[in-house]
């Protein structure tokens, strides 16, 4: 079966450092993957996607980045934080489109506060 | 561009009772996905049901339902028999047939009383 995992489930970074958040699925091949960020009180906003190594397509200008060094691994960076950068980190993946209504899977997500 | 809106952001409803939480959608394709999402308070996102949009019949999955008005671009969730483990935010989210990614409605916060 498929699995996904997101660590560190929680974090807290100050101001101007750097991060990275690490995603990896497993039990699947060559999936579409996905870096969303939920807001409070907002829905979850897109950031980045992929659909194969280094392949990745920025949603929202912003001073996230985005890699994916290996087929099921999927990275989110920034050099130097800000305080509007906290928020709640979901990955997702999702098999090949074009097989109809393909159900995306989320990771448990990572909480991120920027102090 | 394709926008999704959840215009509740609150519900609530009483064991056993029955809800229906809004969605309604904007787009210009003809073929497309519509789904639900339902984050608990563990913020686990959980699919809850999903629509082809070139399918009339409304889906159903036990208790959840959709009532699906293509012309209307509504796309509203029914939960029959609510109960406690219902309590979370509902996410509405659309995909277009070749998307790479889902659209979230701002959600719902759905409270279930005793």
């Known amino acids: 079966s498929q699995t996904i995992h997101q660590w560190p489930a929680t974090l807290v970074q100050p101001v101007g450092s750097p991060l990275s958040l690490e995603c990896t699925v497993e039990?699947?091949?060559?999936?579409?993957l996905y870096w969303y960020r939920q807001a409070a009180g907002r829905g979850l906003q897109l950031l980045f996607y992929s659909v194969g190594i280094g392949q990745i397509s920025s949603e929202v200008p912003q001073n996230l980045s985005a890699s994916r060094p290996q087929d099921r691994q999927f990275i989110l960076s920034s050099k130097k934080l800000l305080l509007s950068d906290s928020g709640f980190y979901l990955c997702?993946?999702?098999?090949?489109?074009?097989?109809?209504?393909?159900?995306?899977?989320f990771g448990p997500g990572t909480r991120l506060t920027v102090l | 561009a394709q926008t999704v809106t959840q215009s509740q952001p609150e519900m609530s409803v009483q064991e056993a009772e029955t809800v229906t939480l809004s969605c309604t959608y904007d787009t210009s394709e003809s073929d497309y996905y519509l789904f639900w999402y339902k984050q608990p308070p563990s913020r686990q996102m959980i699919l809850v049901i999903r629509?082809?949009?070139?399918?009339?019949q409304n889906a159903t999955e036990n208790r959840f339902s959709v009532n699906f008005q293509k012309a209307a671009k509504s796309f509203s969730l029914k939960i029959s028999d609510s109960q406690l483990g219902d309590a979370a935010m509902y996410f509405c989210a659309y995909r277009n047939q070749a998307g790479t990614a889902l659209i979230f409605g701002k959600g719902t916060t759905l409270s279930v009383s005793s």
């Open positions: 629509q082809e949009a070139y399918k009339q």
């Open positions: 997702a993946w999702i098999a090949k489109v074009g097989a109809g209504p393909n159900e995306q899977f």
């Open positions: 039990g699947t091949s060559n999936p579409n």
